[in-house]
């Protein structure tokens, strides 16, 4: 089989790896990536170390069988213990590292899967459209051609999205990406507007702060809401909150939002644990001040309470099984309604970077700002209005492209798809697939990640992607008649990937 991957980013990584474990014929694998980021997506190039990933090594591995394989990586890393976050108990290191992770995976998956016969290339070009040929022949912007017999999109979620037509204008950064470079010629007094409040713009914050920034920096939210602050892990042994229990409901046909919230009241009251005031909790989190907020929930890392940590594990294991059968109404309640609350629980920014955060709010330096309706810009400043008016000198975009939104990147070729009917949009944004396949209209076409319509509109994290990855290997490998090594069901390894959040003991993991 000729596998055809588009994009070199964290799934594409998870696949590869997927594939190596694989015991079938040899065929080959051509990757295209048309950014110098190889295998390192956005998020992870090169960069300064004030710039960590968002969560332990633990709930990082692109391996979906082995969750340890990035805490092992790191343990062999002697200088990762100077980024111990005192919080978790445990090394949140800077993003360029998982990088170098990402890199040597991929290295090693291709090392593999070339010593047991496929050939493997990698085409620095992007792939822009089809040739006429039979079977699919892709066509690359430098004119070289491939033909393959299917064809993986691991194509993320693209740059952000300019919403004010700033592009152009001096001291406007539209893609803040890697900090190390964005961030060099920003003056130290200069007068910063970051638009968003989520991770990306705490990432921003953090690294300002490193580079010894001196003037204001304001962060611009519609919903001024601060990503929740990760708490120190704890052993999860779920008896309700469970891939089986989501697959379950999944089975018996359009899911109630009800029907989740009832599992996550057995759960609670099998603990001992208050709902109702938890519930509470969860929804003022539009309500609080974000400062007053941000400093409770700093206190709270250390809680004995597992409700939080129960739904931040609940969203990312059993959402991707719940979602596709969720019924619309609660769909779209949950997408319009809920989504910053659901980002900010799924993806909690680590203490250490709360910490930053909340003395430089508590100094003055940082200040949050909702209800913006225009930033203009001059050639020598911006003009940000809300309920009055204000000066900045540098604007950086820290909002990420929203849920199923298709890359600039890939434009061309989804609008080859589209017109060819290879491809089709649903109602609600993102491609139609084949749920357990991730096939698109035709066999030869499949879709890793957010891209998918089925798909939850939060971003994936890496162990998602791996299981995903891992779904997709095992498919791929059936269709060519031969059984992958170990073969298990998908199920599995959502449970698998479920198992990322049962956290070891933090006291037993620093004595190792």
């Not at 090394?91 to 290295?107: D, T």
């Not at 330096?365 to 309706?373: C, F, S």
């Not at 080859?416 to 949009?425: I, M, N, P, S, V």
Request: overall charge negative.
């Amino acid at each position: 089989m000729r596998i055809g991957i588009i994009g070199a980013g964290v799934a594409a990584v998870g696949l590869l790896d997927a594939l190596a474990s694989a015991d079938r014929e040899p065929g080959t694998i051509t990757v295209f990536e048309g950014t110098s980021a190889l295998w390192r997506g956005r998020a992870y190039q090169h960069d300064v170390p004030a710039v960590r990933v968002n969560a332990p090594p633990g709930l990082m591995s692109v391996r979906a069988n082995d969750r340890g394989h990035f805490e092992r990586w790191v343990m062999q890393h002697p200088d990762a213990v100077r980024f111990l976050d005192h919080g978790l108990g445990q090394p949140i290191v800077p993003r360029a590292m998982y990088g170098e992770y990402l890199e040597q995976s991929a290295r090693a998956s291709i090392d593999r899967l070339r010593r047991d016969g496929w050939q493997v290339s990698v085409v620095n070009d992007r792939v822009s459209g089809l040739a006429p040929e039979q079977p699919v022949v892709l066509r690359t912007e430098g004119g070289s051609t491939h033909p393959v017999d299917r064809v993986v999109l691991c194509v993320g979620s693209g740059r952000p999205r300019d919403q004010y037509g700033l592009t152009g204008a001096p001291g406007y950064i539209d893609e803040p990406y890697p900090l190390a470079h964005t961030l060099t010629e920003v003056d130290p007094e200069a007068r910063v507007a970051v638009i968003g409040s989520g991770l990306t713009a705490v990432d921003i914050t953090a690294a300002l702060s490193a580079n010894g920034h001196r003037g204001p920096i304001t962060l611009l939210s519609r919903s001024g809401i601060l990503p929740f602050v990760q708490q120190r892990p704890r052993p999860l042994t779920p008896r309700y909150l469970t891939p089986a229990a989501a697959l379950d409901l999944a089975a018996r046909g359009p899911v109630e939002f009800a029907d989740v919230v009832a599992l996550l009241r057995a759960e609670l009251a099998d603990l001992g644990e208050d709902f109702d005031e938890f519930a509470a909790e969860i929804r003022a989190t539009g309500t609080e001040d974000p400062t007053h907020r941000l400093r409770r929930q700093l206190t709270d890392v250390d809680s004995t309470l597992l409700g939080r940590r129960l739904l931040t594990m609940a969203i990312r294991t059993m959402g991707p099984i719940l979602w596709p059968a969720m019924n619309d109404g609660d769909r779209t309640m949950l997408r319009t309604d809920h989504h910053r609350t659901i980002s900010s629980l799924s993806s909690p920014m680590v203490p250490h970077n709360a910490q930053i955060l909340l003395r430089l709010l508590d100094s003055g330096q940082v200040r949050l700002r909702t209800g913006i309706t225009t930033i203009t810009a001059d050639n020598t400043a911006f003009t940000v209005t809300d309920e009055a008016t204000w000066p900045a000198d540098v604007v950086i975009n820290a909002v990420n492209p929203p849920a199923y939104v298709t890359p600039q990147d890939t434009e061309t070729l989804m609008a080859r798809l589209l017109d060819d009917g290879t491809a089709e949009f649903a109602p609600t944004g993102g491609l139609r697939t084949e749920p357990r396949t991730r096939a698109l209209h035709t066999d030869t076409w499949r879709v890793l990640g957010n891209l998918a319509a089925d798909s939850m509109f939060i971003a994936t994290n890496p162990p998602g992607l791996a299981a995903e990855a891992a779904m997709l290997a095992e498919h791929l490998t059936k269709e060519s008649g031969t059984p992958t090594r170990g073969s298990v069901r998908d199920d599995e390894h959502l449970t698998s990937a479920s198992g990322e959040f049962a956290a070891k003991d933090p006291d037993r993991a620093r004595s190792r």
